[in-house]
């Protein structure tokens, strides 16, 4: 029987003492601008971006290159003492947490080491924060397509390590995608020289899959060959009104199909979400007149101008035909284009100022959709009076985010008590519908019980290759396994 881990906010571990010979080796070979155990600076390191999770740590590894990452490990390795690799810190399911163990922060890593324009890659360090990223490929006249809310802190190393998503997975994939090479120390301290900008090389196991989405558990990712893309010419956006989530999965299907492929991201919300965003939110408005059930984001790229507009004109206007669309405005501007996204970005913030909600990130095939939606929020809102279901997301790539709150205001507490059973029951649809527990956030701590419980022979050989690579068990122990 499946089990829901519930949030552990108030458990505050005790940082584990080290062994004072260890601590003097690690300062001597970080130097003194490389660690730190001051209270003030380590406090944004142990507690989650949710607030949910409270670590500790003896002390903050700050290493400033492969090298020093290597010896650290090796020295952590030797003593037997566990560490959590750290980016930008924003995990939302406590993976990135220290319970004690040494933490180590790649945010002194943010080299670039080649831009190659005519293969269409870069190398960079771990530490670069995404935005960096996408300004690096632009200044290059080219696209690192990678886009999701935590971008302006989340750093490459930390979204290669749990396979980020975001909204334009419908166009280039996630992040496992985006990846030609790695470089990483490996458990024992060794460094694996991965590498490289081919797309093509048949040469066995392809090892960094392994450690893309591991959490952290098979190693540190140091630097990573990342794919780049043609920077599209033109894009338009249009804001649609629907009366189904079936009439916008249809109308994907057509969009797509009418464009060549050219759709980049395809969003629903649901009116109730766009009336909280509306309420909490400042400066934002309805871009139609009349209210509809639902509502899409639809975004085209274009590699020319010419003829961006009419294509989108096209998919629109057959949309009307085949009765999908009830009524859309296409933004004229950068900055329309700006509005309509915020409508569906500031959900989040929306629904933080209505109150606490209980949140499930899990995928479903895109066909079903529509009807997992509907039948989740009907066995929700029948086994849990009071609950207000807000269902919306990533449709293109089939990701849902059914997050659940209080309808009352003031309710908070009580509802999310009810936490366990509830996402038991969201997770038992998901799999009777096949979809996975964890669509783009990971496992962590918050999901690791569901999943051992849920995909027991995926985490039997998950924790044989942990065990090969990872013996002593140093790699974030607690985290995914
Ligand atoms: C506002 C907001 C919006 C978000 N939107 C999305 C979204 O749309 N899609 C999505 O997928 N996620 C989203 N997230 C979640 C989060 O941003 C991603 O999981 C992101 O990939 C984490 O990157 P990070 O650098 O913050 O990693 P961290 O949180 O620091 O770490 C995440 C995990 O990776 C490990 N790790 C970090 N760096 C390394 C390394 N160099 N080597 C090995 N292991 C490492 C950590 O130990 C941990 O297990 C969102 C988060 C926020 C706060």
Known sequence: MPVTETVTATQ???????????????????????????????????????????????????PANTEEVAACVRLCHEAGVAITPQGGNTSLCGAATPMGEVLLTLKRMTGVREVDVDNDSMTVEAGCVLENLQTLAADHNRLFPLSLGSQGSAMIGGLISTNA?????????????????????????????????????????????????????????????????PRPARMEVAFCGLASAEDAVKFLGLAKQVSGGAVTAFELMPRMALDMVLEHVPGTRDPLEGEHAWYVVCEMSFGRANGARETLEDALGQGFEAGLIADAAIAENDSQIHDFW???ETIAEAERAHGKAVKHDVSIPV?????????????????????????????????????????????????????????????????????????????????????????????????????????????NPRVLL
């Open 342 to 344: 915020r409508l569906r």
């Open 165 to 229: 998503g975001g909204v334009h997975v419908l166009r280039y994939g996630m992040t496992r995608e985006l990846v030609l090479g790695l470089e990483a120390v490996l458990p024992d301290g060794t460094i694996w020289s991965g590498l490289t900008g081919l797309r093509k090389d048949n040469t066995g196991y392809d090892l960094k899959q392994l450690l893309i989405g591991a959490e952290g558990t098979l190693g540190i990712i140091t630097a990573a060959t990342l794919k780049l893309f």
């Open 12 to 62: 505050t571990p005790a940082a584990r003492a080290l062994p004072d010979s260890l601590t003097a080796q690690l300062k001597q070979v970080l130097g003194p601008k490389g660690w730190s155990q001051d209270a003030h600076e380590l406090a944004p390191h142990i507690a989650d971006w949710r607030g949910r999770y409270q670590g500790a740590t003896p002390i903050l590894l700050k």
């Open 367 to 475: 066909s079903k959709m529509p009807a997992f939606m509907a039948q989740a929020t009907t066995a929700v809102e029948a086994a849990f009076p009071g609950a207000l279901v807000i269902a919306f997301g990533h449709v293109g790539d089939g990701n849902v985010h059914f997050n659940v709150a209080a309808r009352e205001t003031g309710a908070d507490d009580d509802f999310i008590a009810q936490a366990a059973p509830l996402s038991r029951l969201v997770y038992d649809l998901v799999d009777s519908f096949g979809g996975s527990i964890s669509a783009e956030h990971g496992i962590g701590i918050l999901k690791r019980a569901e999943l051992a419980a849920r995909k027991p022979v995926d985490v039997a050989v998950m924790r044989a290759i942990k065990t090969a690579l990872d013996p002593k068990g140093i790699m």
